[in-house]
């Protein structure tokens, strides 16, 4: 059977690639997030001993900064993930309910006896 509608799968297909490619990107996102509050604490920790300012207690400031923010962009990551891969699988789940219902439409159409009229009896005089 032909396949309809050539177009809308490529694009269904669109959407599931930038799905998986926002995932990656976002979780190596999250990852440096993560490494750069780990490192970063250490230098803003060095640069608030210089100053007298609450000294050895900024790492864990930068450390516990960093994990909120490595977990809150994961979960964002993830969930925009859902909503563009679920956009493509859309697209997939319209298309499969037209070819669906186009078959449905042809095995009826197929399957359907014309109807049967009773041959009227012969007029009087015939």
Known sequence: MEKKFRVLRFIGTVWKILAWIVLIIGILSSAGV?????????????????????????WVFGLAGGIVAFIVSL?????????????GELIYLLLAIEENTRLAAQWIQARSVPPVYPTP???PGQ
Request: glycine letters at 18%; aromatic letters at 14%.
């Open 34 to 58: 993560l490494l750069a509050s780990i490192f970063g604490g250490g230098v803003l920790g060095q640069l608030g001993q210089e100053y007298g300012e609450m000294p050895g207690f900024s």
């Open 75 to 87: 979960v964002v990551t993830i969930i925009y993930f859902l909503l563009i891969y679920a956009v």
């Open 121 to 123: 009896p012969p007029l």
